[in-house]
Every structure is written in structure tokens, then in C-alpha cells.
């Protein structure tokens, strides 16, 4: 069940694990098997980089000084972890 969650919901839209462990954890799955099930099934770099691209290809108005701000906002809502972010953002900038 969870590796079906986790593959479905990144399919819809990326996440990273810290949305996806709440969502398992919402439903009530063991920690063992999400600890095992987000260790097999995450690629977050390239997820990041992507959704930071498409982001950043909508918001082109955004002035340069907020944009540092509401990108690393906008990927850290979407679950991703802190350092992650923080490099991808700093390479788009």
C-alpha cells in the first residue's frame, strides 16, 4: 500500500518525504515501513530542480529580491527538505 501511495502522489505532483511521511502517517502506516518505503523511492534532486524550473517559468514578474524567498517557500510546502532546497535554489539564482 504505501510504496502504491507514495508512487501515486509523486505522479500527480512532486513531493518531497516530509509530505508523504505525514500523509502515510495520516493513515495510519507502520514507521518501519514508511522509513522503508520513502528510503526506495526517492530522487528529490532532479524533483526539486523541476518544479523549481516550472515555478520559476510562471512567476517571470516576481522582483529578483522576493524570488529567493517564495521559490525556497513555495518547495519547502511541498515537502522538501531544507539543504535540498537551499542548493537548488542558490543554482537558479
Request: hydrophobic residues 35%; aromatic residues 10%.
Amino acid at each position: 500500500f504505501a510504496r502504491n501511495f507514495v508512487r501515486f502522489k509523486k505522479s500527480l505532483k512532486p513531493t518531497g518525504k516530509y509530505y508523504l511521511r505525514s500523509k502515510l502517517i495520516e493513515k495510519k502506516v507502520p514507521n518501519e515501513i514508511i522509513e522503508k518505503t520513502l528510503s526506495e523511492s526517492l530522487d528529490e534532486p532532479s524533483e526539486i530542480e523541476e518544479l523549481a524550473d516550472s515555478w520559476l517559468s510562471h512567476h517571470k514578474n516576481i522582483p529578483r529580491e522576493k524570488l529567493y524567498e517564495k521559490l525556497s517557500r513555495h518547495l519547502l510546502s511541498r515537502g522538501f527538505e531544507w539543504e535540498k532546497v537551499r542548493e537548488v535554489v542558490a543554482e537558479k539564482m
